[in-house]
């Protein structure tokens, strides 16, 4: 079958098992070169081997709930929108989520992923208490910080290359409403920006959506998004009805993959431009469902189609806090000078980091889409080059294309990684067509 990312590129013809106990599981594991699939929401290769790729989805039920410390016990193929639906009427929601809520509990935890709070907050690891793994020998041990606490560290973030998560045992955040307080600011560039964020690190979220075609002294003009869950004080009678109401907005479907020609300089620039002008209208504080607030775009399922047949790439650098500003300015400039960018480049304030090999650290974090061609490829490259002169690293979650080298030269933890990996057996037994191409 043809596998790929949630970028569509690269694709590859391999073969997925999807085991459904896990004595099945161990002998897919024993056969080596495994490597887990959650629910390919990755945009590039590392949810793909070549020989071995194995589906968690019919790992999907939830264990036990204990309401006194929001701690769920639950099978690593449970998908957090299901997570919300079933725990959220009861008052609690996640207390890490990435921008969609299509990802599974396995995902997640392999890629450490990090939210709009990571700020205040930090990663998903924090939140872990405890999973099962099949390890390198086939076996399911438990870690937590204090049992096999080195393989702990190195799963969380270590993108399914330590072993196969089974389990997880994750906390829940109890909230007193599932509306959020939102509050935007627009700002005129990226210095605004980055003011903008310095100025609220005690918002419990934070993003900026930023136009990335702008230049001169509108160069990376955004509109910063703060969040709280707002307290039930401040909520009208009809919200107080809706409380912790799972409300399922309506979704659209994009049947096909559109003609390329439709995403171009004009298109995006209108449609930035469109993006500004609503934000500046939306200015202040509202109220707002926690669904529009954290997954716009899981509005429109299979939007991953808008970039045409050939796919996209997404681009996600972290630069540390010191140099954030100079490096930001750089990366922006190439982009919009090259005109190429998408229409949702993303800026978010980083915290500190945890996990062995985990993508996040104190600065800013910038995303954007890159329809696949040519030019595109190039400008990644000078964008690499960038972060790297800028001491900054790369979110493995989203790539699809970077050399070995870039890899190595932008974190000083892969050599140690990679000797864990060769000295415990990790490298025979996991293996994606990213690890094969990092050369992890
Ligand atoms: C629209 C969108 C927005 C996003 N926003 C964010 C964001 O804000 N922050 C962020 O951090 N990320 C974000 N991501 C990335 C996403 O959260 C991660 O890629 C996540 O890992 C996807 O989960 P998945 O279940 O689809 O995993 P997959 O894509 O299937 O796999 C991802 C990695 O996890 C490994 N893996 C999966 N399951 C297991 C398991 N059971 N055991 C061991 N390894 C496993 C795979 O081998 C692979 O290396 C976003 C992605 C999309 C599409």
């Known amino acids: 079958m043809k596998l790929s ?26 056969a080596g070169s495994a490597v887990a699939r959650g629910n390919g929401r990755s945009y590039g290769d590392s949810a793909v081997s070549a020989f071995n790729t194995i589906s968690t ?57 990090h939210g709009k709070n990571h700020h205040l907050e930090g990663s998903m690891y924090n939140y872990v208490d405890w999973f099962e793994i099949i390890d390198a020998s086939s076996k399911m041990i438990r870690c937590s910080r204090k049992e096999n606490s080195e393989l702990f560290s190195w799963t969380i973030g270590g993108m399914g290359l330590t072993g196969i998560i089974v389990r997880v045992a994750i906390r829940l955040r109890p909230i007193e409403s599932a509306w959020i307080a939102q509050t935007t600011v627009p700002v005129k560039n990226l210095n605004e920006a980055i003011d903008a964020f ?52 309506a979704k659209w479907t994009l049947p096909v993959a559109l003609p390329r020609c439709l995403l171009n300089r004009v298109t995006v620039k209108v449609f930035n431009a469109m993006y500004f ?16 607030f954290f ?11 808008i970039y045409g047949r050939r796919g996209f790439l997404q681009f996600q650098c972290v630069i540390p806090l010191e140099k954030s500003s100079e490096g930001l300015h750089e990366l922006v400039t190439e982009i919009s000078s090259t005109g190429g960018g998408s229409f949702l480049a993303v800026l978010k304030r980083l915290g500190e980091s945890a996990g062995g090999i985990s993508f996040p650290m104190s600065g800013y974090t910038l995303a954007l889409d890159f329809p696949v061609n040519g030019r595109n490829m190039k400008l990644m490259d000078r964008l690499e080059q960038i972060t790297l002169q800028y001491g ?35 490298n025979q037994n996991f293996e994606s067509m990213q690890s094969t191409r990092l050369g992890l």
């Open 198 to 249: 310095e100025n609220n690190l005690s918002s419990t979220y934070s993003v900026a959506w930023i136009d990335c075609l702008s230049s001169g002294g509108s160069l990376g003009r955004s509109i910063v998004m703060l969040g709280e869950h707002a307290h039930e004080s401040v909520l009208d009678d009809v919200q107080k009805k809706t409380l912790f109401k799972h409300v399922d907005r």
């Open 295 to 305: 997954y716009p775009l899981d509005a429109l399922l299979g939007w991953n189609k």
């Open 392 to 426: 900054g690293r790369f979110y493995l979650a989203k790539d699809a294309r970077m050399s070995k080298s870039t890899f190595r030269s932008s974190d000083s933890r892969v050599t140690d990684f990679i000797s864990m990996r060769e000295n415990s057996g990790m």
């Open 5 to 30: 990312g949630w970028g569509r590129y690269p694709t590859h013809n391999v073969r997925e098992s999807a085991p459904r106990s896990i004595e099945q599981l161990q002998e897919f594991v024993a």
């Open 277 to 292: 002008r609503y934000g500046q209208k939306t200015k202040g504080t509202r109220l707002v469902s926690w669904d529009s």
């Open 57 to 113: 989805r019919h790992f999907n039920k939830m264990i036990s709930f204990d309401t006194q410390t929001g701690t769920l016990v639950a099978e690593a193929g449970v998908l957090l929108g299901d997570v919300i639906s079933s725990f959220l009427p009861l008052g609690f929601f996640p207390y890490v989520t990435p921008g969609t809520k299509y990802v599974t509990l396995g995902g997640m935890l392999a890629a450490d992923v």
